[in-house]
Nanobody
Framework: QVQLVESGGGLVQAGGSLRLSCAASGRTLNDYTIAWFRQAPGKGREFVGLVSWNPGRTYYRNSVKGRFTISRDNGKKMVYLQMNSLQPEDTAVYYC????????????????WGPGTQVTVSS
């Protein structure tokens, strides 16, 4: 199994940027697809994006395309979520999660989750 811990959350103004990090331990990151999810108060958990390990593709929900970028550094066992042009609706707890599937399609496909990091975007 792999253990995950997120960092980099905080308070930013609308239009600002933030980079989240997901640090992995326990196994090589090469074996896993890593996804980012988020959950706002009163809302369900929603998919943000993912980066697969093979063939190494990225996918994003439509509302963040062009603003968010996911990258990975397997040597450092790190995955990053670069968030630009942040808006108040991006406010949520952000989680990274790992799956053994190349393109996992739902939360049940993810066996490891980090504890989350809070992102707050002010107006």
């Amino acid at each position: 199994q792999v253990q995950l811990v997120e960092s980099g959350g905080g308070l930013v103004q609308a239009g600002g940027s933030l980079r989240l990090s997901c640090a992995a331990s326990g196994r090589t990151l090469n074996d896993y697809t890593i996804a980012w999810f988020r959950q706002a108060p009163g809302k369900g958990r929603e998919f943000v994006g993912l980066v697969s390990w093979n063939p190494g593709r990225t996918y994003y929900r439509n509302s963040v395309k062009g603003r968010f970028t996911i990258s990975r550094d397997n040597g450092k066992k790190m995955v990053y979520l670069q968030m630009n042009s942040l808006q108040p609706e991006d406010t949520a707890v952000y989680y990274c999660a790992a799956s053994g599937l190349t393109l996992p399609g739902n939360p049940s496909d993810y066996h490891s989750w980090g504890p989350g990091t809070q992102v707050t975007v002010s107006s």
